[in-house]
């Protein structure tokens, strides 16, 4: 079994079958509006999805910034918005030059999740925001499809994603002020394997293959009697800087 994904390797699938979520560009917005509403900054970015729908609706500076050049080769051009290749562990940006930091999905990759939120605040302005978009233990056991086809991928991101009062724990230990937690979800319907089947979600990369086809086999099976339900949720948490 794999113990890590490739995402250079992925990122052509994951630009062909992956997007923002609407519910969570409303929540980022919204934070935004609550900082000083100068620049923007994803954090492990993918392909630049969140920080071109925060960047288009103002004036706003967006930087997008990953690890995999392949997922950034596939992020949208837009005026606004400068891609870098780089890691959360060191931002390289100037002290208090950013008004938001954000991501979505990316905190279970860190190795030093107390000096992120450090390295965070260290760039970012007084008033600024500092947000970090995550899964909780309820969402992951409750995915769907995921987790009802592949149940096997419940104990692998239950080990790698983080406890989300340890994740408050770790803001506050860091520094940020004011910490603030709200949860997100939309519901929609699944007419179509492919996403799964071509393994756009990254944890059907850690699972055995004879697990995955198991898998797709059923939901094949149930997908000739109609679309399916899926649903999609995220546990924001945020705080700011003094």
Avoid at 53 to 58: D, F, P
Wanted: proline share 7%; with cysteine; net charge negative.
């Amino acid at each position: 079994m794999p113990v890590s994904v490739v995402y250079d390797a992925i990122a052509p699938r994951y630009a062909c079958h992956r997007g923002a979520l609407d519910f969570a560009v409303d929540v980022l917005r919204r934070l935004h509006g609550q900082s000083p509403g100068g620049p923007v900054l994803e954090v492990g970015c993918g392909t630049g999805d969140y920080v071109t729908a925060i960047a288009k609706t103002g004036s706003c500076k967006g930087f997008g910034m990953d690890p995999s050049r392949q997922m950034l080769e596939r992020a949208p051009i837009y005026e606004r918005i400068s891609y870098l290749q780089g890691r959360a562990a060191s931002l390289p940006f100037a002290d208090q030059s950013i008004d938001m930091i954000f991501s979505v999905n990316v905190v279970h990759h860190l190795e030093d999740i107390e000096h992120y939120f450090r390295e965070s605040l260290r760039i970012v302005n007084p008033g600024g925001i500092v947000c970090t978009a995550t899964d909780s233990d309820a969402i992951i056991k409750r995915r769907r499809p995921l987790s009802q086809y592949w149940p096997s991928t419940v104990p692998v991101e239950l080990a790698r994603y983080h406890d989300i009062d340890a994740l408050r724990e770790r803001m506050a230990a860091a520094g940020i002020c004011r910490i603030g937690q709200c949860e997100g979800r939309s519901d929609f319907p699944i007419p179509d394997i492919g996403p799964y089947r071509d393994k756009a979600f990254s944890c059907l990369e850690l699972i055995p293959e004879e697990a995955f086809a198991r898998g797709l086999l059923a939901m094949e099976s149930d997908l000739r009697t109609g679309p399916l339900e899926g649903t999609s949720e995220l546990v924001f948490l945020w705080g700011e800087r003094r």
